[in-house]
C-alpha cells in the first residue's frame, strides 16, 4: 500500500472523512520548539493533507500529519477548518517552485514540497475544493500559475473528459438498447411467421387425411 493510501485509511476513514489530496513538505523557517516538547521522538515527515467528512453538510478540513522515523503510523497534528484558510500564496508562478505558504486567520505557515509538481497539484485541488465548498469570501490564491487556478486546468480537463467518457458510454448503452430493440421485435416477427406457417401446415395435413 502507498504511503498516501495508508494515510487516509489510517487517519481520514476512521473519522468518516476522505481525504482528497496530500503533498509532503518541510518548513522553510522552522518554530522555535522546547527541547522537551519533542518528546524525543526524533526525524520525521510531514503530511499537509486536504479532506472532506462523508456526512452532509460538507466540512473541508486541512490538517497536518506526522510520520516518524522507523514507524508506520501517522500522527495527526493540527487540523484547521477551510472556512480558517485566508490565502494561499504560491510563490512564484514564473518557474516551477516547490514553495507555498498557507495563512490561516491564526498565522502563516511557510513549506517546501517535496516537488513542484506536488506542490501544483495539490494547490489546484485545494482552489477547486474551495471553488465548490466554500460559501460567502474564499481564500486568496496569489502567485499562481493560472493554469493552476484558472479554466484550463488539469482538473477541470480530466472532469471534462469523465463527463465526455459518460456521454460517450450512455449513448453506446442507448445504442445497444435499440439494436436489441430491433432485435426483439424482429425475433416476435419471424415467431408469429413460423407460427402462422404451423397452423397452416397442420391445416393442410388435416384436410388432406380427410
Known sequence: MSGKLALNKEVFVPNDERMLAAVQVKRRTKKKIPFLATGGQG?????????????????VNITKVKQFQGLSSFVRRSQWSIIQLRVVNAVDSSRDCP???????????????????????????????????????????????????????????????????????????????????????????????????????????MKHKC
Open 43 to 59: 526525524d520525521y515527515t510531514t503530511f499537509i493533507c486536504l479532506s472532506v467528512t462523508n456526512k452532509k453538510p460538507t466540512q
Open 99 to 205: 514553495e507555498f505558504d498557507l495563512t490561516f486567520e491564526n498565522g502563516t505557515d511557510q513549506w517546501t514540497a517535496s516537488s513542484a509538481g506536488e506542490k501544483s497539484m495539490f494547490i489546484q485541488i485545494l482552489h477547486h475544493t474551495c471553488q465548490r465548498h466554500t460559501s460567502g469570501k474564499k481564500p486568496d490564491f496569489i502567485n499562481c500559475d493560472p493554469k493552476v487556478t484558472g479554466g484550463n486546468s488539469l482538473l477541470h480537463n480530466a472532469a471534462d473528459s469523465v463527463s465526455s467518457a459518460v456521454q460517450k458510454a450512455s449513448q453506446a448503452l442507448n445504442e445497444r438498447g435499440e439494436k436489441l430493440g430491433r432485435v426483439e421485435e424482429k425475433t416476435g416477427e419471424m415467431m408469429n411467421s413460423a407460427q402462422h406457417f404451423a397452423d397452416t401446415a397442420h391445416k393442410l395435413a
